[in-house]
């Protein structure tokens, strides 16, 4: 009777230290759509805001302001960044 109390006891204080102990593994708060949804979101403000300062820049050559040469490295720096 002593051994079987103290072998249930022994599996018990396992049993119970495996349910109070965390897992080291941070946990997903959110879907992974979400997360989808918001970096593709990012990329088309991104996408849009390149685009308006490519208009820019061509408004700019067409009026004269800036020269071929300007607008030609301007509008190189402004691709590569896309």
Same mark, same amino acid.
């Given at each position: 009777m002593?051994?079987?109390?103290?072998?249930?006891?022994?599996? %018990?204080?396992?049993?119970?230290?495996?349910? &109070?102990?965390?897992s080291p593994d941070p946990q997903i708060t959110e &879907?992974? /759509? *979400?997360? *989808?949804? /918001? %970096?593709? %979101?990012?990329?088309?403000k991104?996408? *849009? &805001?390149?685009?308006?300062? %490519?208009?820019d820049l061509s408004n700019l050559n067409e009026k004269g302001l800036i020269d071929d040469d300007d607008y030609e490295s301007k509008k190189t720096e402004i691709l590569k960044d896309m």
């Open positions: 002593y051994k079987f109390f103290t072998i249930f006891f022994a599996l %018990l204080t396992l049993i119970l230290a495996g349910c &109070e102990s965390t &879907e992974p /759509q *979400e997360v *989808e949804k /918001q %970096l593709d %979101l990012a990329h088309v991104k996408t *849009e &805001e390149e685009e308006k300062r %490519l208009e």
